[in-house]
């Protein structure tokens, strides 16, 4: 793999298509995936991006960009006014096109020093998104993270297997991914599992048993629907729907997601979100999941007055 130091002009990117009605923002900590060559990596959606991967394989190349938290800083007042004025909120999603906590973080520590940068000025709401186990070392930041803004911690786990046929190992193990789960929820911190993209799995009632009891939510996404294209055409280029026939009939369809929704939402009432919508904090049937929430209000923090950490966050 090659790795690089880099400089970023704007770590704060504002968000279209996709995830407009996600977040009013997007960051990357890095440019690329150590992951990229794991069973999420065959996966990742990110790898039919040509802009960033830059004719370069996935999974060979990992930019970190040593200035993202002083990039945040430079840019958070402005690009918070502008986003209250024209999204109602200051919300980043963190991230949607890299893993924010690869091996490499423990060497550069970027998205540490992100999050700290966003204890001193933080968003309104912040969605943490990785595919690692390695989240949980985060916690007593994040918890810190959670006094001052609306956190939610997303951890993906696509399937009960720790080896799918076909498919290269996890990037990060089944069962420390659950056990990360846990310890985050047992922190107080609002957590979701996302089985996304979701594979074929072998003991739904299970499965979805365990995410009950390890997370506040779950949200399922099939790569139709969540790859960005019309079908999950991008996809179904890939060996990813051949190896899932293979092992599940029938589990490259949608059909395949909405009996996995059936059954989650048996086990997690008004706790389930599909796709989109579920990365928005927003269940089956169109409402916000129920919420934990601690520290200030949303009203407080909408208000943008006062001081955090010892910095002023208004406008």
Not at 141 to 146: I, Y
Not at 201 to 221: G, N
């Amino acid at each position: 793999m090659q790795i690089s130091v880099v400089d970023i002009g704007k770590v704060l990117t504002r968000t279209s298509g996709y995830l407009q009605t996600v977040a009013s923002h997007s960051l990357q900590p890095y440019r690329g995936c150590a992951l990229g060559h794991s069973l999420c990596g065959v996966s990742c959606y990110v790898q039919h991006s040509r802009h960033i991967t830059r004719g370069r394989t996935w999974g060979d190349f990992l930019e970190a960009r040593q200035n993202a938290a002083s990039s945040y800083l430079r840019h958070v007042q402005a690009e918070r006014r502008w986003a209250r004025r024209h999204r109602n909120e200051f919300a980043i999603f963190l991230s949607s096109a890299t893993e924010p906590f690869p091996p490499q973080e423990r060497r550069f520590g970027i998205t540490r020093s992100v999050l700290e940068a966003m204890v001193e000025h933080p968003p309104d709401r912040l969605i943490l998104q990785t595919h690692s186990h390695q989240i949980e070392g985060a916690i007593p930041l994040l918890k810190r993270l959670a006094d001052v803004c609306d956190l939610r911690c997303h951890l993906s786990i696509e399937t009960d297997r720790e080896r799918v046929a076909g498919l290269p190992r996890h990037g990060s193990p089944v069962e420390r991914r659950f056990q990360a789960a846990r310890r985050l929820r047992d922190a107080g911190l609002f957590t979701v599992i996302t089985v996304s993209p979701l594979l074929p799995i072998a003991d739904p009632e299970s499965f979805f048993r365990r995410i009950a009891t390890s997370a506040d939510a779950v949200v399922l996404d099939h790569f139709i629907g969540g790859d960005g294209s019309k079908h999950g055409s991008r996809t179904r280029r890939t060996r990813l729907p051949g190896v899932m026939e293979a092992v599940q009939p029938g589990s490259s369809e949608l059909d395949y997601r909405d009996l996995m929704a059936e059954i989650a939402e048996r086990r997690m009432p008004e706790r389930v979100g599909i796709s989109i919508d579920g990365f928005a904090g927003r269940n089956i049937r169109g409402n916000p999941f129920p919420r934990r929430f601690r520290g200030r209000t949303k009203a407080e923090r909408a208000e943008g007055s006062g001081k955090i950490g010892g910095r002023p966050i208004g406008d």
